[in-house]
């Protein structure tokens, strides 16, 4: 079974640019989450998708971040237009319900975001 | 909202000694504590978790211990070898899914 797939695993981008990233959750998870490490720090909690629906966003850092689902399927965040202090290692990771709980949250192996 | 501080950020250890890594939680409604093991360019992966109505759960050489009064938990890893180096990322939630992490211990057992 594959695991949770992150694309691009790196990017360079200049201050001012767009990047999107991308996120394929295990096949089945309904829940998706992005999370970000910034410079050695804490991964830092994004949001949370619930299929296609947006369950906490409370974690986005401002207007600039934008987070998709389309179809439940798999998830875009796009930067826009980035800044410096948006570089730093995004990860995705994605869960089950099972029995009524929440299975454990898988990981992908993050997109390292540097901006220049 | 919940604050998870973790203690050593780097830990230096003989191969065969214990490794103890500690994190404090501040929400006393977080009820789920996982671990996670983050090998130099892999993903962050679940190595043992633990919930509010356990004080003590163990896997092998890891084992982790919760005391809900003082709001913190602990990480050992026992016997230590080369391939336990890594950096270990404590989390809390009470939230599914919405993980708070500690800053992670970057950990190196010398042969």
């Known amino acids: 079974e594959a695991g949770v797939t992150q694309f691009p695993s790196h990017s360079v981008i200049e201050k001012g640019q767009t990047v999107t990233l991308r996120c394929d959750p295990i096949?089945?998870?309904?829940?998706l989450y992005w999370y970000r490490r910034v410079m050695g720090k804490e991964i830092k909690f994004l949001l949370h998708f619930v299929k296609e629906s947006k369950q906490d966003e409370s974690g986005m850092p401002n207007n600039r971040f934008l987070a998709e689902r389309t179809g439940g399927t798999y998830s875009t965040l796009k930067v826009q237009p980035a800044e410096l202090e948006d570089s730093g290692v995004y990860f995705c990771?994605?869960?089950?319900?099972?029995?009524?709980?929440?299975?454990?949250?898988?990981f992908g192996q993050g997109t390292r975001l540097t901006v220049v | 909202g919940e604050n998870v501080e973790q203690h050593p950020s780097t830990l230096s250890v003989q191969e065969g000694d214990s490794a103890v890594i500690k994190c404090t939680y501040s929400?006393?409604?977080?009820?789920?504590f996982p671990w996670y093991k983050q090998e130099l360019g892999k993903r962050p992966q679940l190595i043992i978790d633990?919930?509010?109505?356990?004080g003590e759960k163990k896997d092998q050489r890891i084992a982790v211990t919760l005391n809900k009064t003082a709001k913190h938990f602990s990480l050992h890893i026992t016997e230590t070898q080369p391939e336990d180096s890594a950096v270990y990322f404590c989390a809390a939630s009470h939230l599914p899914g919405k993980l708070q992490f500690g800053a992670g211990t970057q950990v190196v057992v010398t042969p």
């Open positions: 096949s089945g998870h309904d829940n």
């Open positions: 990771a994605s869960s089950q319900f099972f029995r009524g709980a929440y299975t454990e949250a898988f």
């Open positions: 929400d006393s409604a977080s009820n789920y």
């Open positions: 633990i919930r509010s109505n356990v």
